[in-house]
Structure formats: structure tokens, C-alpha cells
């Protein structure tokens, strides 16, 4: 799981697509705990809160995209996850 410190350093690196708030940061983290649960299970359609969504990216970038956050090497692959935050209804990570 990412430290609020290691996402204050994503928000720095890409403000564009994370803010640096802690309510940002609270909503990024349950993304990733989403994200997460999706790999594990490699599934390309999920339920979130009592809807059903197909997922906007393959399971090849959701997984570089959680790596990426795993080793803190914050890039273009981090981004993907604001793809599927988008989807479920959360606008600022």
C-alpha cells in the first residue's frame, strides 16, 4: 500500500493528474485497493459499489500500473489508474 509521503512525492511528479491533498490521496488509495483486488482476481469486469463496469485498460497495464506504485517508479503507467477512477465516479486523486 502507498504512504501518504510516497503519494506527496506522485502529486509532485505529476500534478497534472494527482493532487497533493489528503482527501486526494484517501481516494487514490481506494482505486488502488480496487485495482489490487481486480489483478489478483484477472478479471476484465468488476463491481464497484453495486454497479458493473468493464475495465477501461488490459490487465498487462493495470498490473505495470501497480508496479509502478509498489517501487514508487511514478510514470506514464501510474497515470492508468486515473482511467478507472474516472469510470467509478472519483474526479480528483
Do not use: W
Not at 512525492?9 to 493532487?19: A, P, Q
Not at 489528503?22 to 454497479?51: G, H, P, W
Not at 517508479?73 to 465516479?89: H, V, W, Y
Amino acid at each position: 500500500m502507498i504512504e501518504y509521503s510516497d503519494y506527496l512525492v506522485l502529486s509532485e511528479r505529476d500534478s497534472k493528474n494527482f493532487k497533493g491533498d489528503y482527501r486526494s490521496f484517501c481516494n487514490f488509495k481506494e482505486v488502488l485497493e480496487l485495482a489490487e483486488n481486480i489483478s489478483r482476481k484477472q478479471i476484465d469486469t468488476y463491481l464497484y459499489m453495486d454497479e458493473h463496469y468493464k475495465l477501461p485498460i488490459t490487465l498487462v497495464e493495470l498490473n505495470k500500473a501497480i508496479d509502478s506504485v509498489k517501487t514508487k517508479k511514478f510514470g506514464s503507467n501510474t497515470k492508468l489508474l486515473r482511467k478507472i477512477a474516472l469510470q467509478i465516479g472519483i474526479r480528483k486523486i
